[in-house]
């Protein structure tokens, strides 16, 4: 027989599931009223999804806050063998999470409500809202859109710095005096870009896509060998790699002055990223509300009440849930 403890237990499991399924970019309108059916079954079940969503409510703030202390404390570099002499802060914050039970707060984080733990251990990083600059002493200046995340490796004979770019997008500016090119590692890619020459990458899902602004970016991916000069664009992943004339350099660069530039752009692929800069979840569960064409140009301060914007525009039902989660239908 189960006693109330295993109950709970499974309720708080239950409960999770939920949250995990509401976040995943796969919920639907059924998904929504299941799970309010289920919140509805009795007040152990509402009690129980309350608490749950306490918790991750306050996850996500220490979460971001151990990741902002990670980011205030670089460690020096010196070399491969010294890293390998004194394990870096990468290691021990890694094995101190494995170790403990909260673990799983930070390891994969549904709908990136905070930081995961690839984020929280890169070299920099920055939290969903924010943006960063990044100088490093070699003549190049690296400026982080919302949830990106990057590690510098050395080499053993001091050559220069190769940036590995985890997730996220970044432009790179590199100083006409720098002497060495500038190699970054993404998504199975080698870059490589000479002095003077100021590229954007842009690593959200499945695809690459590299925009050079100036100068040229080659792209090392496989077999393959391409170039891009100012005003193309190479985008790669899991359909090839291919060269083109890049649509539009303003809306490539609108982040950088904090707006997001829509041009006949599917409402789905708006809240999409919409949802990279803004804390929560939005989730559109009606396709053709998903399918309505959007020309619109907003401020990164415009996104804190974006779902009441939508309703009003679009004549969606908003439905607001749990830890930040937002429906659209």
Request: hydrophobic share 45%; aromatic share 6%.
């Amino acid at each position: 027989m189960n006693t109330p403890h295993d109950d709970r237990a499974a309720l708080q499991a239950q409960a999770q599931d939920w949250l995990v399924r509401l976040t995943s970019g796969r919920a639907t309108t059924v998904d929504a009223q299941d799970f309010k059916r289920w919140c509805a079954q009795s007040p152990l079940h509402a009690q129980v999804m309350a608490e749950m969503t306490r918790v991750w409510d306050v996850a996500r703030p220490a979460a971001e806050a151990v990741a902002q202390r990670m980011r205030v404390a670089q460690p020096p570099r010196a070399s491969v063998i010294a890293r390998a002499r004194h394990p870096n802060r990468r290691y021990i914050l890694g094995a101190a999470l494995a170790a403990g039970a909260a673990a799983f707060v930070v390891v994969r984080p549904p709908g990136r409500l905070w930081p995961a733990l690839s984020d929280m251990t890169a070299d920099y990083s920055t939290g969903t809202g924010e943006q960063r600059q990044v100088v490093l002493n070699d003549a190049v200046v690296v400026e982080m859109n919302t949830q990106t995340s990057f590690n510098l490796s050395h080499g053993a004979d001091g050559d220069a710095a190769t940036l590995d770019l985890l997730s996220g997008e970044a432009q790179v500016l590199l100083d006409a005096s720098r002497a060495a090119p500038f190699t970054m590692t993404v998504g199975g890619g080698r870059l490589v870009a000479a002095a003077a020459s100021r590229f954007n990458v842009r690593a959200t899902g499945p695809e690459v896509c590299v925009t050079c602004m100036a100068g040229s970016v080659e792209l090392n991916y496989g077999t393959r060998v391409l170039v891009a000069r100012e005003a193309e664009q190479i985008s790669y992943g899991r359909h090839g790699a291919e060269v083109a004339r890049a649509p539009d350099l303003s809306t490539v660069n609108a982040w950088r002055e904090r707006v997001l530039v829509f041009n006949d752009t599917p409402l789905a692929d708006v809240v999409d990223e919409i949802n990279r800069y803004r804390p929560g979840k939005l989730i559109v569960t009606n396709a053709e509300l998903g399918r309505r064409k959007v020309q619109a140009r907003l401020r990164l301060e415009q996104l804190a009440r974006i779902e009441s914007l939508i309703g009003a525009s679009y004549g969606a039902k908003v439905t607001t849930l749990p830890a930040g989660i937002v429906l659209l239908g």
